[in-house]
């Protein structure tokens, strides 16, 4: 746990999930930057609540906690830090959580941004702010040097107008753009797309990930699926529980639902870009067109998962955590995955060869077999209480 020390007080603050030995800070000095200006200039402005986007850990709303902020975010576990820390803290405000996929409320006189990973994320979220600000707006985006390029500069010229930046302070730096942009703009999301090889038709929210393309791992994961899954003949004769971990748009359990028409099929993520994309993808690609017979979850791993013992888990895990490169969120999932399934069940995973996660899961498992391979991805499976 890391103190973050600020005008507006000290503030303890930690990344969920939590991880044993973590290194890594909730904050970073362009939170830092943000704060100290807005409260050095604009804090006239706080008379009204300010829109917050992207807040990883709640470091924002912790600094303006008595301003009744909003926070508009595409990760549940961003809104659970936040309401994490300010309990941390002792602090009894309650922010408006705002997920993604929902429209922010009336207009803001003030708004924050912190630039997200994903530039297709920033598009829908400029694009859909335009009905919330007004000319008199102050718009202030903040990221990490490295992580402003020109393209991010080129959106907000382009949906809100007059674009320019702060000087670099400690590697971190200021967009300022002034709502001068009197165009109409509607967000491009979600995007239709169209596997060939499936057949399938995805709509793709702006933040799930490979948005505009089927993305190569996927497309061999679903290979190896059509090809493996039928042999089960096990799961012919019964009504399997199936899992989609970290389900992304969910074309891997809607594929098991396909092959599987009897078996009951729980989507999880914990982007709500991802299961909006999800919910809409199963109820147009499933024979049953009802999605009363599916569940779909906005969890970390399978925290928030409570349905019956899974048969089966099948899961692409990220390697990343917004800008944060590791493996923890993979290794949460595995584990989680060992202690749900039942006696035999199985956790299905496409990973790139260089990961090596045949070893975490084989430590997990005591076993795992390789089902496919190429150049760049394995397929692996690993049993649980396997004889």
Same mark, same amino acid.
């Given at each position: 746990?890391?103190?973050?020390?600020?005008?507006?007080?000290?503030?303890?603050?930690?990344?969920?999930?939590?991880?044993?030995?973590? #290194?890594?800070?909730?904050?970073?000095?362009?939170?830092?930057?943000?704060?100290?200006? @807005?409260?050095?200039?604009?804090?006239?402005?706080? @008379?009204?609540?300010?829109?917050?986007?992207?807040?990883?850990?709640?470091?924002?709303?912790?600094?303006?906690?008595?301003?009744?902020? &909003?926070?508009?975010?595409?990760?549940?576990? !961003?809104?659970?830090?936040?309401?994490?820390? /300010? !309990?941390?803290?002792?602090? !009894?405000?309650?922010?408006?959580?705002?997920?993604?996929?929902?429209?922010?409320?009336?207009?803001?006189?003030?708004?924050?941004?912190?630039?997200?990973?994903?530039?297709?994320?920033?598009?829908?979220?400029?694009?859909? /702010?335009?009905?919330?600000?007004?000319?008199?707006?102050?718009?202030?985006?903040?990221?990490?040097?490295?992580?402003?390029?020109?393209?991010?500069?080129?959106?907000?010229?382009?949906?809100?107008?007059?674009?320019?930046?702060?000087?670099?302070?400690?590697?971190?730096?200021?967009?300022?753009?002034?709502?001068?942009?009197?165009?109409?703009?509607?967000?491009?999301?979600?995007?239709?797309?169209?596997?060939?090889?499936?057949?399938? *038709?995805?709509?793709?929210?702006?933040? @799930?990930?490979?948005?505009?393309?089927?993305?190569?791992?996927?497309?061999?994961?679903?290979?190896?699926?059509?090809?493996?899954?039928?042999?089960?003949?096990?799961?012919?004769?019964?009504?399997?529980?199936?899992?989609?971990?970290?389900?992304?748009?969910?074309?891997?359990?809607?594929?098991?639902?396909?092959?599987?028409? &009897?078996?009951?099929?729980?989507?999880?993520?914990?982007?709500?870009?991802?299961?909006?994309?999800?919910?809409?993808?199963?109820?147009?690609?499933?024979?049953?067109?009802? #999605?009363?017979?599916?569940?779909?979850?906005? !969890?970390?791993? /399978?925290?928030?998962?409570?349905?019956?013992?899974?048969?089966?888990? /099948?899961?692409?895990?990220?390697? &990343?955590?917004?800008?944060?490169?590791?493996?923890?969120?993979?290794?949460?999932?595995?584990?989680?995955?060992?202690?749900?399934?039942?006696? *035999?069940?199985?956790?299905? @995973?496409?990973?790139?060869?260089?990961?090596?996660?045949?070893?975490?899961?084989?430590?997990?498992?005591?076993?795992?077999?390789?089902?496919?391979?190429?150049?760049?991805?394995?397929?692996?499976?690993?049993?649980?209480?396997?004889?």
């Amino acid at each position: 746990m890391e103190t973050l020390n600020i005008r507006s007080g000290e503030f303890q603050l930690e990344r969920l999930p939590k991880i044993k030995n973590d #290194t890594l800070r909730g904050w970073d000095a362009a939170d830092e930057l943000l704060i100290e200006t @807005v409260l050095t200039d604009y804090s006239h402005l706080l @008379v009204t609540p300010p829109l917050i986007a992207n807040d990883s850990f709640g470091a924002l709303a912790l600094a303006f906690n008595e301003y009744s902020v &909003h926070s508009w975010s595409d990760s549940f576990i !961003s809104h659970l830090a936040t309401t994490h820390n /300010l !309990s941390l803290n002792k602090i !009894s405000a309650s922010p408006v959580l705002i997920p993604s996929t929902k429209e922010a409320e009336g207009k803001y006189d003030l708004v924050l941004i912190k630039i997200p990973k994903t530039l297709s994320l920033l598009e829908d979220q400029l694009c859909r /702010l335009k009905p919330h600000i007004h000319p008199e707006t102050v718009i202030i985006g903040a990221a990490m040097s490295k992580h402003i390029h020109t393209s991010t500069l080129k959106l907000f010229e382009k949906i809100i107008g007059t674009t320019t930046t702060s000087r670099a302070t400690k590697k971190a730096r200021l967009i300022y753009a002034q709502n001068d942009q009197k165009n109409n703009v509607v967000s491009p999301y979600p995007k239709t797309i169209k596997d060939e090889s499936s057949g399938i *038709n995805l709509q793709n929210f702006a933040n @799930v990930f490979a948005n505009d393309h089927l993305d190569i791992g996927t497309r061999f994961f679903l290979e190896t699926i059509k090809k493996h899954l039928n042999q089960h003949g096990e799961y012919a004769e019964q009504a399997p529980n199936i899992i989609d971990l970290g389900c992304g748009n969910g074309i891997l359990g809607i594929a098991a639902k396909q092959l599987i028409p &009897h078996a009951k099929i729980s989507f999880t993520d914990e982007s709500y870009a991802a299961i909006a994309s999800a919910k809409i993808n199963y109820s147009n690609e499933t024979i049953d067109k009802n #999605t009363d017979d599916a569940e779909f979850l906005m !969890s970390n791993s /399978l925290d928030q998962y409570k349905g019956d013992t899974p048969d089966l888990i /099948l899961c692409n895990p990220p390697f &990343h955590q917004a800008h944060a490169v590791g493996d923890h969120i993979a290794w949460t999932m595995f584990k989680q995955s060992q202690q749900k399934l039942q006696k *035999n069940g199985e956790l299905w @995973v496409v990973g790139n060869r260089h990961l090596a996660y045949h070893i975490k899961l084989k430590k997990l498992f005591g076993n795992c077999q390789t089902v496919a391979s190429n150049k760049k991805f394995v397929i692996l499976v690993a049993t649980k209480n396997k004889k």
